[in-house]
């Protein structure tokens, strides 16, 4: 779960940069929608697999 700030951070500064000179402001809209998608993806992923690696663990299978 720690990466989850991380990647929406650096994924929202990148998406501000890049998109922080378009003439109609419009691009705050975009980009927290990539702050909120990102953040939700990131955090669904590390959330999957959390759960899958301790599943693992509780089957005993080798190597977890």
């Known amino acids: 779960m720690a990466a989850v700030?991380?990647?929406s951070g650096g994924l929202t500064l990148a998406a501000a940069y890049d998109w922080s000179h378009e003439a109609s402001g419009l691009f705050a809209?975009?980009?927290?929608?990539?702050m909120?998608?990102?953040a939700a993806a990131?955090?669904?992923a590390a959330f999957l697999s959390s759960a899958?690696?301790?599943?693992?663990a509780k089957?005993?299978?080798p190597g977890h």
């Open 29 to 34: 809209i975009g980009v927290g929608r990539v």
């Open 42 to 44: 990131t955090g669904l």
């Open 59 to 61: 089957a005993g299978r």
């Open 5 to 7: 700030p991380g990647t």
């Open 36 to 38: 909120i998608g990102s």
């Open 52 to 56: 899958l690696h301790k599943r693992g």
